[in-house]
């Protein structure tokens, strides 16, 4: 699973942002701007021993992606609600559970939705955006 996001120079720093997520981080140098992509991206999965890959294509393009798919389902799941301004319960709510921890297990990597599921929670916690699948561009 990857995300796409683009880099560029404004000023004196580099920018990388990543939109689907709403992120965003600079450094002095390109270089510098990647790796700060990739401590972003540890952070956010907050799982020892978690590796993150970002590639950089020659238009500004990056992608960030991870063998530990579950892991990323986590990162765009709580970002995804968080952009969205529902707390666990609310999107429970939405969903028709009977508690927020029935949500909740996709956040923590308890439990990995299947395809159909996980179109499901993203259309619940982003009513108003379309999710397209699309292959890399950067090889």
């Known amino acids: 699973m990857r995300f796409q996001g683009k880099i560029y120079k404004e000023g004196r720093f580099w920018l990388a942002e990543v939109p689907f997520l709403e992120l965003m981080t600079q450094g002095y140098t390109k270089k510098e701007t990647l790796i700060m992509v990739e401590d972003l991206f540890k952070t956010l999965a907050n799982k020892e021993n978690f ?6 294509g020659k238009t500004g393009n990056i992608e960030i992606g991870s063998n530990d798919t579950k892991t990323m389902i986590c990162i765009l799941l709580q970002r995804r609600r968080q952009i969205s301004g529902l707390s666990l319960s609310q999107v429970a709510q939405k969903l028709g559970l009977s ?27 982003s009513s108003e955006t379309d999710f397209i699948i699309t292959q890399s561009q950067l090889h």
């Open 51 to 56: 590796e993150v890959n970002v590639r950089s």
């Open 99 to 125: 508690s927020k921890n029935s949500y909740a297990r996709y956040e923590q990597g308890r439990s990995v939705p299947s395809l159909e599921k996980l179109n499901t929670l993203l259309n619940t916690l």
